[in-house]
């Protein structure tokens, strides 16, 4: 992953983060986000509600972050961080190559669940805060670059050959993001039942299926 470093916000060298304390506020802080985020949405959320459900006061806010656009980069970077880590431990095991991307879509649907309160939030931002839009798609293309480099490997076997792998990551990254946010975040299709096992079967199917095919396989 070899996405150029974004400048980062002013309040991440903030002094109060150094403190036990400071760190204890800031988790506050972005735990009291999560919830507001999946209760309000990003674009009815407010400092002042953040604040209150963190048991600090607006003052206290801006002295970490200042704006709730800022607080919520913070909290795409956590996810983007753990949905890595959890991505790279299948194919660290040694699985194949089709059982590590199953594994891989499932840590990531299960990430997204636990914190589906800043996904709400960052599907929301990204469509109107510009500093954060970028700085999504910066993370996102760390993503896309590392399932590009998946199907590239997967292609060196013999699969899927003629695809472009970037788009085919694209693709696949949009996918996930937007079926996650759509059955975890707003809670499904309309009439349709919610069953846990089979969506994330569905996911991950339509994921190995695009990637681990012959031309033979027709």
Known sequence: MTAPAPARAAHATRPEKATRKGR??????????????ARDGYLNAKISDIAAAAGRSVASFYNYYDTKADLLIALAEEFHAEASQLAALPYRAGLSGEEALREAVAGFWRTYARRRGELIGIFQAAMVEGRFRDRWL?????????????????????????????????????????????????????DVPFDDDLALDALCTIWVKAVYWRPEDG
């Open 138 to 190: 910066e993370l996102r293309g760390e993503a896309i670059t590392r399932i590009a480099t998946a199907v590239r490997k997967a292609q060196a076997d013999g699969y899927c050959p003629g695809v472009d792998p970037v788009m085919t990551a694209s693709a696949l990254s949009a996918m996930l993001e937007h079926f996650c946010y759509i059955w975890l975040g707003q809670g499904g299709e309309k």
């Open 24 to 37: 204890q506020t800031d988790e506050a802080f972005r735990e009291a986000a999560r919830l507001v985020f």
